[in-house]
């Protein structure tokens, strides 16, 4: 079992930045490529980034190429994901994921474990 908590959310203008974390316990971190999705109110849980167990190679969904940052910390066992040039469009809880994948897909069904999720708002 792997348990993982997110945090890092809150209220940015558009234009603004946020740096969500994402804490990881249990099973070795090492042992699992990460991802990070995003979920807005009626509607799917969608594919936003993703990084592989050494961190050697990221992932982005188009709208998020250039303006986010996946990144992983394995011996605080932490993933991050900074946000920048934030837009009223990125509002919405977002979700990080642990896979057994080598490549980490971008289906939420490739994923064994997730978190609660944290709330991320863009004011316009």
């Known amino acids: 079992q792997v348990q993982l908590v997110e945090s890092g959310g809150g209220l940015v203008q558009a234009g603004g930045s946020l740096r969500l974390s994402c804490a990881a316990s249990?099973?070795?971190?090492?042992?699992?490529?990460m991802g990070w999705f995003r979920q807005a109110p009626g509607k799917e849980r969608q594919f936003v980034a993703a990084i592989t167990w050494a961190g050697t190679s990221t992932y982005y969904t188009d709208s998020a190429k250039g303006r986010f940052a996946i990144s992983r910390d394995n011996a605080k066992s932490t993933v991050y994901l900074l946000m920048n040039s934030l837009k009223p469009e990125d509002t919405a809880v977002y979700y990080c994921?642990?896979?057994?994948?080598?490549?980490?897909?971008?289906?939420?069904?490739?994923?064994?474990?997730w978190g609660q999720g944290t709330q991320v708002t863009v004011s316009s």
């Open positions: 249990g099973r070795p971190f090492s042992d699992y490529a």
């Open positions: 994921a642990a896979t057994r994948y080598l490549a980490p897909p971008q289906s939420v069904g490739g994923y064994d474990y």
